[in-house]
């Protein structure tokens, strides 16, 4: 089963965190919109799929044409909290540019990489 993790109003009242499924998997979708306002929404949507006792987070990148260093940094953060717990990050509908910074910075190697197609049924 797959949750999906909805972008944090400024207020933080009207969303619930995700819960992960009973494969202690989350999904969060982020935009190049919600990256536009800076990382602090990012964080908190891994913070709150993380606190929620996900394993394997899935960051689907459909809708992002290019990710900051920092961004990637916070995957990385991520992947260690999920790796301790048996599971990892997966990134899902990576680009080409995306990929490359991934090649670039060795992390192909640490980050599982998904088509975004690839949609396991739940």
Request: charged share 25%.
């Amino acid at each position: 089963m797959t949750a999906t993790a909805v972008h944090r109003p400024p207020t933080g009242t009207d969303a619930a965190p995700a819960r992960p499924g009973r494969d202690g998997q989350v999904v969060v979708r982020l935009s190049d919109d919600l990256l536009a306002d800076g990382l602090a929404d990012l964080r908190w949507l891994l913070h709150d799929a993380l606190l929620s006792g996900a394993r394997r987070l899935v960051v689907d990148l459909t809708d992002v044409r290019q990710l900051s260093s920092t961004a990637v940094a916070s995957f990385l953060w991520a992947h260690r909290t999920c790796r301790a717990r048996g599971g990892a990050v997966v990134l899902r509908g990576v680009n080409r540019r995306t990929e490359d910074l991934l090649h670039r910075t060795g992390l192909w190697r640490v980050m599982q990489l998904e088509d975004a197609a690839h949609t396991p049924e739940g």
